[in-house]
């Protein structure tokens, strides 16, 4: 008899079935835990358990913008940010929860709700029909996975995510780096100087910048990890980099086709190539976010800052985001979901939380939130405004249905670089300028929404 059925019951599934509940929606809870199924990251059988930190990242609404995540979420009445306002623990600026009181409290809320049903069952297939959610998130069980590659095609569902770092554009110091493709290839939706930003290496550069890779700090794959397929196409940079000192130069460090305008000797037989080359694809359709090419990795965060800081041009780089290689089951979002999180192919089912390629607890919860009120919204036969691109909720959804580069998607954290940019403000006063105008327009579209107060 329920209206809508939710199938996982982690942070993002108990944040769809509050808000859907809340507005009067008839809700089914299938979380597998605790019903045969596990995962080989949660430890307990509790709804919304933080597998990992107990920490949900900063609470500073004002400069930062899982903070402004937060906020925007509190307003909508988000039981993950409830329930982690009743288990805080003290952590400074961040927010953090003490992990057992938190998915307690968030299960009994749930439980003790008249309009949700929590059942422990594992379900195999995505619903034929009826209203449903897919929250099963990074590590859904293989059975539904292979029913969602059914749905959406084999090379729609990822299996490992392999990030390369993100780079703030306006942090790249094109005195030293140029945008140019290589040969000046050209596609229709090529930019018109070229697609690439070139970070240009020196022999001597490269050398050292090789053994950088071999010899810096890495992390470990966990045991469940460590037999998942992935090398196709995806190898982590260090590993190439110990295969020869000319693999990258023959890999993704090939200077050749490439210019190096401020490269003034005469000896170039063929062009002024770079003897190696770091090369920056565009990340996101603002043209704010650039990624490295081929750089995913398995090093610890200090080690890539120290030596990708130490590419010509990246000085004074900062990352929206560091790489790294996870077991992650996400789907190719931008190509395959509607701006209402709806599978084109088959619009009952929506996705939500961290298999939709958002990254972190706070994220996957907000897009739980997001499928939670689309959902009900539909039920009603009411007409859904996204919240404004401007605001973390709408910048995160706007990356993940559509604005990402669908070819390269790789999971994301909000952060600032998804937001339309503000380049007449500052660079200091930037940030409090992204979350002043972020709370003005989302506070324009609450008041517009029926039943929540501006
Ligand atoms: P989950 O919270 O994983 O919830 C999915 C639920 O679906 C699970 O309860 C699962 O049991 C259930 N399920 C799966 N398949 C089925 C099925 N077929 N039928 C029924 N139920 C099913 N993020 C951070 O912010 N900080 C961290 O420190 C952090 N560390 C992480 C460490 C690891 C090892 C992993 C894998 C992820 C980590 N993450 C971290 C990411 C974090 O897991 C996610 O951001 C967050 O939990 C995702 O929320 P979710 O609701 O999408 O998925």
Known sequence: THQVHIIGGGLAGSEAAWQLAQRGVQVRLSEMRGGGGETAAHHTDGLAELVCSNSFRSDDDAKNAVGLLHHEMRRLDSIIMAAGEMSRVPAGSAMAVDRDVFSAEVQKRLEQHPNIEVVREKIDQLPAEGHTIVATGPLTAASLAESIVSATGSDRLAFFDAIAPIVYRDSIDMDKAWIQ????????????????????????????????????????????????????????????????????????????????????????????????????????????????????????????????????????????????????????????????????????????????????????????????????SEIAGEEWAPPPATSAMGALLSHITGDADAAHFQPMNVNFGLFPPLHEVKKKERKEAYTDRAKADFGEWLAQMEGVPA
């Open 181 to 376: 493709s290589r040969w000046n290839k050209t596609t229709a939706a090529s930019n018109e100087d070229g697609d690439y930003i070139n970070c240009p290496m020196t022999r001597e550069q490269y050398e050292t910048f090789v053994q950088g890779l071999i010899d810096a700090e890495k992390g470990d794959f966990k045991e469940w990890e460590a037999d998942t397929p992935y090398f196709d196409g995806c190898m982590p940079i260090e590993v190439m980099a110990e295969r020869g000192i000319e693999t990258l130069r023959y890999g993704p460090m090939k200077g050749v086709g490439l210019d190096n305008p401020r490269d003034t000797s005469e000896e170039h037989p063929q062009g002024k190539w770079p003897y190696a080359v770091v090369q920056l694809r565009q990340d996101n359709k603002l043209g704010t976010l650039w990624n490295m090419v081929g750089f995913q990795t398995k090093m610890k965060y200090g080690a890539q800052v120290e030596l990708f800081r130490t590419i010509p041009g990246l000085e004074n780089a900062e990352f929206a985001r560091l790489g790294g290689m996870h077991r992650n089951t996400f789907i190719n979002s931008p190509e395959l979901l509607d701006r209402q999180l709806r599978l084109k192919s088959a619009p009952h089912i929506r996705f939500a939380g961290q298999v939709t390629g958002c990254e972190g607890y706070v994220e996957s919860s907000a897009v739980g939130l997001l499928a939670g009120m689309m959902t009900a």
